[in-house]
C-alpha cells in the first residue's frame, strides 16, 4: 500500500521520533551489559506449517546474520495463525516445532528475545486499542486479506480482516525500531507507521515509528509450481521446499519445478520460474549473480535443477539435525519460551500501560 495518510518522505521524518521509553529503562538482562544505542527490530513468524526456504531466505536468515548489531526480540505468532482454521493439537505441535525451528537456524537465546506471542495478553489488548484508532478503509487495502480470503470474503474471519492490526501491537509494544521481513509484509509494516503516527499526533507521543528492513534479494521467493505466485506454508505441498522436507522430496520438488522451454540458465525476470530457482541457489550459495550463470553457461535445465537440489541439502542438513535434537527436548523448549517472554513482557507491559493512560483508561 501506499500509505494511507501521507507522502513517504513524511514518513521517513517521523521515523526520527524519539523512543517514548528510552532503551536503558527497560533492558533485558542480554542488553544490560551493551551499550544502549542499538536499534531495536522485531519480526514473528506463524506456526501455520513447518516453514518453507522462502521464510528462511526472505526472513530467518537475515535474523541469525544480525543478532550482533541488533537488540532482538522474535516471536512465533500463534494468535496470527489462529486467523484461518487451525488442528488445536496441530497448533500446539507447530508452536514448539517453530520455536525448534528458529533455534535450530541459528536464533540464539542468549541474543535474542524468543517467546510465543500469546504468552504475553498485552499483544491482544494493545490491538484492541489500536483498533479503535485504525480507520477500516485503510484494513479495505491490504492485499494480503484479499488473497488469502478469497472468492467468499464474507466467509473470512474477523481476525483475518484484523491481522494487520494485532501485527501493529506487536511490533508497537516493543517500540521496534525495524521489522525485518520479507516483501509480503511491506504494507503491514506501513500500516503500522501509519496506526502509530494517528495515534502519536492523537494522544501525544507514544510509539516509535518503525521501517521495513526488506532485503533487495530473496524478499519474494516465489512457488515452485506456480513461479507467479508467492511461496507459501498454507500452499499446495509441490509448491514449496519446507525446511523439513527429506533429501529425496527436495529433489523431486526441484525436479518438477516450472521452467519455460528456453535453454539458458540466466538471470532474467521475464522468466520467473528458472529466475526464482537460480535466486535460491545464489543466495544459498553467497555468489553473484555473473559467477553462477557462467557456473551454468551450456548446461541444461537437468544439470542445474541437480546443482539446486545438492546445495538446498547441504544447506539444510545441519538445521535439521540440530532441529531433531531440540524438538526431542519439549520440556527444555517450553522453559526457553518461557524465559525469552519473562526478558521482555515488562517491556511490553510499560508500553500497554502508557497507551491505556494516554487514551483515557483509568
Ligand atoms: N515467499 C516468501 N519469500 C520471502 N519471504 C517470505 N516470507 C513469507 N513468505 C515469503 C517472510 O517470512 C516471514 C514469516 O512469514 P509468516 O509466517 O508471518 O507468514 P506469511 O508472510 O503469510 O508467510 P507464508 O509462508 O505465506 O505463511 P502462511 O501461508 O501461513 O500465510 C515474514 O517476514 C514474511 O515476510
Redesign the pocket.
Known amino acids: 500500500m501506499s500509505a494511507p495518510t501521507k507522502a513517504p518522505e513524511k514518513a521517513e521524518k517521523k521515523a526520527t521520533v524519539k523512543r517514548a521509553i528510552k532503551p536503558t529503562e527497560q533492558a533485558h538482562p542480554a542488553q544490560a551489559s551493551q551499550p544502549a544505542k542499538r536499534e531495536r527490530v522485531f519480526?514473528?513468524?506463524?506456526?501455520?506449517?513447518i516453514?518453507?526456504i522462502?521464510?528462511y531466505?526472505?526472513?530467518?536468515r537475515h535474523w541469525v546474520a544480525e543478532q550482533d548489531r541488533y537488540d532482538n526480540i522474535y516471536c512465533v505468532?500463534d494468535l496470527?495463525?489462529l486467523t484461518?482454521p487451525q488442528d488445536p493439537a496441530e497448533l500446539r505441535q507447530n508452536t514448539r516445532n517453530l520455536a525448534a525451528l528458529l533455534l535450530a537456524c541459528g536464533i540464539d537465546p542468549k541474543r535474542s528475545a524468543l517467546f510465543v506471542q500469546s504468552h504475553i495478553s498485552a499483544h491482544a489488548e494493545l490491538a484492541w486499542i489500536l483498533n479503535c484508532v485504525t480507520p477500516t478503509g485503510w484494513l479495505n487495502r491490504m492485499t494480503?486479506f484479499k488473497v488469502?480470503a478469497g472468492e467468499d470474503r464474507e466467509a473470512a474471519s474477523t481476525g483475518l480482516y484484523d491481522y494487520p492490526v494485532l501485527m501493529a501491537a506487536d511490533i508497537l509494544l516493543y517500540q521496534a525500531d525495524g521489522v525485518?521481513?520479507?516483501?509480503?509484509?511491506r504494507q503491514h509494516v506501513e500500516l503500522t507507521r501509519d496506526i502509530a503516527n494517528t495515534f502519536n499526533h492523537r494522544f501525544g507521543e507514544t510509539f516509535v515509528e518503525p521501517r521495513a528492513l526488506i532485503r533487495e534479494v530473496?524478499?519474494?521467493?516465489?512457488?515452485l509450481d506456480e513461479p507467479d505466485k508467492?511461496?507459501?506454508?498454507?500452499?499446495a505441498e509441490p509448491s514449496?521446499l519446507s525446511l523439513l522436507d527429506p533429501p529425496e522430496v527436495i529433489r523431486k520438488k526441484i525436479a518438477r519445478a516450472t521452467t519455460d522451454s528456453q535453454r539458458t540458465i540466466v538471470f532474467d525476470e521475464s522468466r520467473p520460474g528458472i529466475y526464482n530457482l537460480l535466486t535460491i541457489y545464489q543466495m544459498l550459495g553467497d555468489e553473484s549473480r555473473e559467477q553462477v550463470e557462467t557456473e551454468f553457461a551450456g548446461k541444461g535445465y537437468k544439470e542445474f535443477k541437480a546443482a539446486l537440489a545438492d546445495r538446498v541439502i547441504a544447506a539444510l542438513e545441519p538445521i535439521q539435525r540440530r532441529y531433531a535434537e531440540l524438538a526431542s527436548d519439549p520440556a527444555q523448549l517450553d522453559a526457553l519460551l518461557a524465559e525469552g517472554a519473562a526478558r521482555v513482557r515488562p517491556l511490553a507491559e510499560q508500553t500497554l500501560r502508557l497507551a491505556k493512560e494516554r487514551v483515557g483508561l483509568i
Open positions: 519480526s514473528g513468524i506463524q506456526p501455520s506449517n516453514p518453507h522462502g521464510n531466505l526472505g526472513a530467518i505468532v496470527h495463525a484461518i494480503q488469502k525485518p521481513v520479507g516483501d509480503d509484509q530473496g524478499a519474494r521467493i516465489m512457488a508467492k511461496m507459501s506454508k498454507s500452499g514449496y
